[in-house]
């Protein structure tokens, strides 16, 4: 089972960008589809975009289409999540996650029992 570590979450203004990793350890990370999530105080965990395993199809929520773009390097076994036109209401802590047997176009409806999370990073946008 692969480990998950998230970073470059930070404060940011608004209108301004992030890029988010996700660094995997472990074997097999082609093995996994990976997602971000993200939780803001107050509120429940929710999908924020997905990727599958080769990095051929992506999904996003509507609340960051055209915002965010997810990507994968599959060589450096990390994740990414590129974020742009950032607004007060992104501000949450951003988790990625991964598994093995969800498709990457259901974890959104999983968020309860995908495989592996990592710890999460912070970010926050200031208006």
């Known amino acids: 089972q692969v480990q998950l570590v998230e970073s470059g979450g930070g404060l940011v203004q608004a209108g301004g960008s992030l890029r988010l990793s996700c660094a995997a350890s472990g074997r097999s990370f082609t093995a996994y589809n990976m997602g971000w999530f993200r939780q803001a105080p107050g509120k429940e965990r929710e999908f924020v975009a997905a990727?599958?395993?080769?990095?051929?199809?992506?999904y996003y929520a509507d609340s960051v289409k055209g915002r965010f773009t997810i990507s994968r390097d599959n060589a450096k076994n990390t994740m990414y999540l590129q974020m742009n036109s950032l607004k007060s209401e992104d501000t949450a802590v951003y988790y990625c996650?991964?598994?093995?047997?969800?498709?990457?176009?259901?974890?959104?409806?999983?968020?309860?029992?995908?495989?592996?999370w990592g710890q999460g990073t912070r970010v926050t946008v200031s208006s």
């Open positions: 996650a991964a598994d093995r047997l969800a498709a990457a176009r259901t974890m959104g409806a999983r968020t309860r029992n995908l495989e592996v």
């Open positions: 990727i599958s395993w080769g990095g051929s199809s992506t």
